[in-house]
């Protein structure tokens, strides 16, 4: 009976890992961000004993095929396939591992109170780390490209184009975080920064994918458009993020 009652609670899913923190002398309690069952902790037990077989595969910024069992207040790790092998390469790299860092984090945010989009959040994560683990664009443009996509996924997505308040066609020159993105000469609040334009293309540019336009931009306009990105992720998540202030800017 007790077997039949395990194996009910049993579910698979793929999952990417955002956290660990450590439990008792070798268990492990992992923030995962999986793909249909969105956001979950998990105790993962004798995972940091040299003997674990899955030990590697729970760390962050991974993404394995997982076995679970639902608990009463965490779930437990039974079985861990590597299926996107992205931590070693951006733990070897601070510029990498501090962009993956601030991506989780934002992840781990978003679906804490958003579990519906799920299975979006995941994929666009996953896509991310692994563009970043493989070096695809500058660390930094992975990073405010995720950010603003994200933010899109979550629902609040930004405006570069027409303005985000009334909806006059632009280019407009002043930028809001709180009324969404650019904004008309009517619309603009007092004190409102008026980015370059070549940032407003760069930021429409990562939010769409243009990857051209992007790998193209200047350092003075990625800069410009992360404290952009940067002020309109914390507006909309009401918090500053820890792992944001570590970015290395280039």
């Known amino acids: 009976m007790v077997q039949q009652s395990f194996a009910a609670r049993s579910y698979r899913d793929d999952a990417v890992v955002l956290r660990t923190h450590k439990l008792g002398e070798a268990d492990r309690i992992i923030t995962l961000l999986t793909k249909h069952h969105g956001q979950i902790r998990a105790v993962a037990k004798g995972v940091r004993r040299t003997s674990s077989k899955f030990g590697a595969r729970l760390e962050p910024f991974m993404v394995a095929d997982l076995q679970l069992v639902s608990g009463r207040t965490l779930d437990i790790v039974t079985q861990a396939v590597a299926k996107g092998v992205y931590g070693g390469n951006i733990a070897a790299d601070y510029g990498r591992y501090t962009v993956a860092a601030a991506m989780t984090e934002t992840a781990e945010k978003l679906t804490d109170v958003d579990g519906e989009a799920g299975t979006a959040q995941y994929n666009l994560l996953v896509g991310a780390l692994a563009s970043l683990s493989r070096g ?18 979550g629902g609040w997505a930004p405006s570069f184009t027409d303005c985000a308040r009334c909806g006059v066609p632009g280019p407009h020159t002043a930028f809001s975080a709180p009324l969404g993105g650019m904004v008309c000469a009517d619309c603009r609040p007092p004190g409102s920064p008026a980015p370059a334009a070549e940032t407003v293309m760069l930021l429409a540019a990562l939010l769409t994918g243009d990857w051209t336009t992007a790998d193209g931009s200047e350092v003075p306009h990625r800069r410009e458009a992360a404290g952009l990105v940067a002020a309109y992720l914390q507006w909309h998540l009401e918090r500053v993020l820890k792992s944001l202030k570590h970015v290395e800017r280039g």
């Open 136 to 153: 695809d664009h500058a660390p930094g443009l992975i990073l405010d490209s995720y950010l603003l996509r994200a933010l899109a996924t």
